[in-house]
């Protein structure tokens, strides 16, 4: 399903004692976070004044937050970008709007259940579908994701023997 805002990291800590923050990036590159001007806070628009890379966190600097004790009030929040500025490119979804799409096995049709789970490993993404039995499916075009409708609600997969369980 195509979502209105998409959350992109959490602030995991202060940095210094100038009011910066560590934001943890939910997934990927961390210079992902740095392409944005705005982002959003308890539903609330905010601008970093600085934001860069650090080892692999995003450090960021908000107005109004001017020292320690201030960016330690904002331990544990989530930043959410509009997905409309993250113009990814065609054919590319954030793993949360995947979620909920029927997923189909792609040779028979035949449906295999919803898909509830995106797990991150090193070598690539693992979905997790659930129906009358449950599958992991690697995240990998064509040799297992034949495709995604996102206007139909619909993901066609190859399924291999092995990725089902009970």
């Not at 860069?52 to 001017?66: I, T, Y």
Request: proline fraction near 5%; charged fraction near 30%.
């Amino acid at each position: 399903m195509k979502l209105e805002t998409i959350e992109v990291g959490r602030i995991v800590n202060a940095h210094g004692i100038r009011g910066e923050v560590r934001v943890q990036p939910r997934d990927g590159d961390p210079a992902f976070l740095t392409r944005f001007k705005t982002f959003y806070m308890d539903g609330k628009p905010v601008v970093p004044t600085a934001k860069h890379v650090h080892k692999s966190l995003v450090l960021m600097k908000f107005p109004g937050v001017d020292d320690m004790n201030a960016a330690l009030d904002l331990k544990e929040k989530k930043l959410f970008i509009r997905r409309a500025d993250a113009k990814l490119p065609e054919g590319e979804w954030f793993d949360d709007e995947l979620l909920g799409l029927q997923v189909h096995d792609g040779e028979t049709g035949a449906l295999l259940g919803e898909l509830v789970a995106v797990d991150a490993y090193p070598a690539h993404k693992v979905y997790t579908v659930k129906g009358a039995k449950t599958y992991l499916i690697p995240a990998v075009r064509d040799a297992f994701i034949l495709s995604v409708d996102m206007e139909a609600n619909r993901m066609d997969v190859r399924v291999w023997e092995g990725m089902e369980s009970e």
